[in-house]
Every structure is written in C-alpha cells, then in structure tokens.
C-alpha cells in the first residue's frame, strides 16, 4: 500500500517555465489536497478537490491550475514559474466527511525557481 | 488574528521532562482538531485527533476548550525522538470539505 505518491522529489526550475507537479493516492480517498510550505511556516492550502471533476481554491491558488479527472490522481500545474514559488509543495488526500478525517501526506516536492 | 495560532518556540528541554504546548484558533464553528508531527524535511505526520473530552495516547495527552478555544498537547517523560515541530491544526469549520488550517508549528528540541 503506497499511500500518497509524489512526483517529482525535487525540481528546479527557470522563471517562466512551467511544470505539473503530481501526486496520485491509492487508498480510494475522495478529499485531496495541495499544500505549500515555506521555510519556517506552517502549510498554506493551494487547492482541494472533494472528488472527480471537482476543485476548488484554497487560501494561497494564484499561480496555480489542479484538475481532478480521477479519484487517484490530483495533478498541481505551474504554468509560469516565480520566485515566489519557491517552496516545498505537500499533497494529501483523506477520506470524506469533516469530522476527525485526518490527511495523509505525501513526502513533498521541493521546488525552486531560479 | 491567525486563524490558528501557535508559539514557535523552540522549546528546548531535558530528557525526562514534561512540555506542554497550547494553541488558538479563531473559528467557534471549528469542529476537528488535530495535533501533527513534522520532521525536518520531511511530511507532516498525524500524532492524534483532538476530542472534546480530552484523550490520551501513552506519554501523549491532547486537551480542548472550546469556550476558550485552544487546544493544549502535553507530552511526557519526553524522549530524544520527540525532537520535531508540533503542529497544530483545526478544521474551518461548517461544510462538509475538511478543509485544515495549520499552525505555523512549535519546534520542540529534547537534550540529552
């Protein structure tokens, strides 16, 4: 049982150029999650998806695309790449409901943007 | 005010020793509480669930108090391995997304 899978561990990327930084689960959890984390602060949510075909924005999406066209897969793209992007990127996935579901991680990409 | 908010400490303490961390949040509506664990570099980990009566989970015990809304994680007999960042995180509270916020985290350094 893999549990959350992302891709890739580490990147660095010039300002401007895109990548799609993805994440797969196979626990058969409805709710995903893209989070960042910066340098000494907690994580910060991008965007979530509640399932298939459906996103929505977090605290922190400019920038950012998701898509959902699979209960596995939740892909987070950067379409043109900024510093401030720079950051350690975490997806997560739980079951549904609000209640006591805690998130399961991924072990993070860490990203920079020269 | 932050929607969750935490002392960063560090909080640096002997072998042996009982620490306690405390934390805010803003929204009365929250319903879920939570206390993750973070390594250096590595993914947040969950450490327990919060409930209302409080709860304990060996060396471990979370408190809430909704009417003054923190929620507290004391830890006991503290070990060497217990060195990480404490993050404490709170669900936004009505709907059914299970949308978190998380604390900025307390780093806890246990010293030989």
């Known amino acids: 049982n893999a549990g959350v899978t992302q891709t890739p561990k580490f990147r660095i990327l010039k300002i401007g150029q895109s990548m799609t930084l993805q994440c797969t689960q196979d626990m058969n959890h409805n709710y995903m999650y893209w989070y960042r984390q910066d340098p000494g602060m907690g994580l910060k949510l991008i965007y979530y998806?509640?399932?298939?075909?459906?996103?929505d924005k977090g605290e922190v999406p400019n920038g950012y695309n998701v898509s959902r066209s699979t209960t596995e897969d939740f892909p987070l793209r950067l379409e043109l790449a900024a510093p401030s992007q720079t950051s350690v990127y975490f997806c997560?996935?739980?079951?549904?409901?609000?209640?006591?579901?805690?998130?399961?991680f991924g072990d993070g990409t860490r990203l920079s943007i020269l | 005010r932050k929607e969750v908010e935490q002392d960063p400490g560090p909080f640096n303490v002997p072998e042996g020793a009982t620490v306690a961390f405390n934390c805010t949040y803003s929204?009365?509506?929250?319903?879920?509480f939570f206390w993750y664990r973070q390594d250096c570099r590595k993914e947040p980990k969950l450490l327990m669930s919060?409930?209302?009566s409080g709860n304990e989970d060996g060396r471990f015990t979370a408190q809430l108090n909704r009417a003054s809304q923190y929620i507290s994680l004391l830890i006991r007999d503290s070990k060497l391995s217990d060195s990480a960042t404490y993050l404490c995180?709170?669900?936004?509270?009505?709907?059914?997304?299970?949308?978190?916020?998380f604390g900025q985290g307390t780093t806890l350094q246990v010293k030989p």
């Open positions: 919060v409930y209302s």
């Open positions: 995180v709170v669900n936004m509270g009505s709907g059914n997304t299970g949308k978190l916020i």
């Open positions: 998806s509640v399932g298939a075909g459906i996103t």
């Open positions: 997560a996935s739980s079951l549904p409901g609000q209640i006591n579901q805690p998130q399961h």
């Open positions: 929204n009365s509506a929250s319903q879920s």
